[in-house]
């Protein structure tokens, strides 16, 4: 079995580039921000963005340069992909990219800024809450939640 899947949630890095093939398709492609926050061994909080390419087509490709900005948060489900041609001084190149099957984008009128954090008076509702099992205990079919 093979699998070739990507999920990604990230920040637009500029404006979608939105195109017409020669056989009018349509094509979009947009470059997202990912970030990784870690603390290393002596404890300092390190920070790393990762920038992908991300190529929309079809009716995707129209939702994209109709509803997204620089600096919206969006979801992308896709396919890795690389291709390969020659430049005009006849070296390879090569590039990844990821194909979107799926987008949905991030929270109306959430551009660069943070999402909104609830007053510390507000209540937040209680969850469900989830049975912890030990790993010396023995697991019993009725403590699965589902």
Not at 14 to 20: I, L
Not at 41 to 46: E, L
Not at 79 to 100: H, N, P
Request: net charge neutral; aromatic share 6%.
């Amino acid at each position: 079995m093979n699998v070739n899947k990507v999920m990604l949630v990230g920040r637009l890095t500029d404006t979608p580039d939105f195109r017409k093939t020669t056989a009018g398709q349509s094509v979009c492609t947009l470059r997202i921000a990912t970030n990784r926050v870690w603390t290393d061994k002596t404890g300092q909080k390190k920070e790393e963005a990762e920038y992908h390419t991300v190529v929309l087509w079809a009716r995707l490709a129209d939702i994209a340069s109709q509803y997204l900005n620089k600096g919206n948060m969006v979801f992308i489900e896709g396919r890795l992909r690389t291709r390969s041609w020659q430049d005009a001084t006849g070296v390879k190149k090569w590039r990844t990219e990821i194909i979107a099957e799926r987008l949905q984008l991030g929270p109306k009128g959430q551009g660069v800024q943070a999402p909104p954090v609830p007053a510390p008076e507000e209540k937040i509702a209680p969850t469900e809450e989830i049975p912890i099992i030990e790993e010396e205990e023995e697991i019993d079919v009725k403590d699965i939640p589902f």
